[in-house]
């Protein structure tokens, strides 16, 4: 990899984590892409991790307004859990998670948003980098640096 490429990985990041700490997701849908063009490695295990850090930083943050409960469009349990299902399904064949669960939230407030959605990508993203990893999709080759 070039250092332009470098350069340009980097700021697709910075984008995409700021998407994701505004309105709660977005990392991967923005940045999975432009980092697929660049070098199919990227996706999904990169930007996986990569999305794991910024989401422990949101929960953190917004750690008071986790929602596990649930809101409109009833988000029981069930609802929550089959969301967060295809939200990891997605996740780890795509790195773009993000849908499922903002459906179930469409109508919450940003921080309850931002919050529980970061919760739920927490949880999964760790899932699937654990599984990419047992099938040898996430390794040296994966996060090595080429500059």
Do not use: K, N
Not at 65 to 74: A, C, M, P, S
């Amino acid at each position: 990899m070039s250092c332009v490429d470098i350069a340009l990985c980097s700021l697709t990041v910075l984008v995409g984590s700021t998407l994701q700490g505004s309105v709660g997701f977005g990392m991967g849908l923005f940045a999975s892409p432009i980092l697929m063009l660049i070098d199919e490695r990227f996706v999904p295990a990169p930007i996986l991790l990569s999305t794991w850090v910024m989401t422990t930083f949101l929960v953190l943050r917004e750690r008071h307004d986790v929602d596990v409960r649930g809101l409109r469009l009833r988000p029981s349990r069930s609802v929550l859990v089959g969301a967060g299902m295809m939200s990891a399904i997605m996740g780890t064949i795509t790195s773009i998670s993000g849908p499922p669960m903002a459906l179930v939230y469409q109508d919450a407030s940003g921080a309850r948003l931002r919050a529980t959605m970061s919760s739920f990508f927490w949880v999964g993203t760790v899932m699937s980098l654990v599984v990419l990893r047992l099938v040898g999709r996430f390794g040296e080759d994966e996060v090595g640096s080429r500059c």
